[in-house]
């Protein structure tokens, strides 16, 4: 899996010692020049793991936020895994919804990436996000990695 790839010139992770900065993740794919928009745009494993029903009512109205959701939440584990580290050493996350009423359905998907306990968490609403209105949610994380462990894990 790719890591979170910036859309403008910004980097989309840094190290300050032993801590892992993330910038804010998207669901935006710049190397297939795709805005994720709903099941059809991850994974089939991604989609029957969120509970694709193949009933249109109901998925196009849960599988835009359960897809940007996903896809946002690996893309943050990718790049805590290239940085060395791994999802269970994020301790922050900062969500930015475009609608709060998306949340609960985030929340189920947070839950797949983090079995064990959850990080600390702001949830935030927010007017709009770039690039367009298609963008949902987007998510900043902090991850703990001594510089020592990142490198036994490489």
Known sequence: MTIAQPLA???????AGDFIYLS?????????SLIVKGYADIPPEARALLGETGEFSTDIKEGPIL?????VLDRVRATVEA???QMGDVFKLVQYFRNLDHFPHYSRVRKLFFAGEPPASTVVEVSAMLPTADILVEV??????PLQA?????
């Open 9 to 15: 010139r910004y980097a989309a992770w840094r190290r």
């Open 24 to 32: 804010g993740v998207i669901a935006v794919d710049p190397a297939r």
């Open 67 to 71: 897809a940007q959701s996903w896809f």
């Open 83 to 85: 940085a060395g580290g």
């Open 140 to 145: 900043e994380a902090t991850a703990y990695v």
């Open 150 to 154: 990142s490198k036994g894990r490489g």
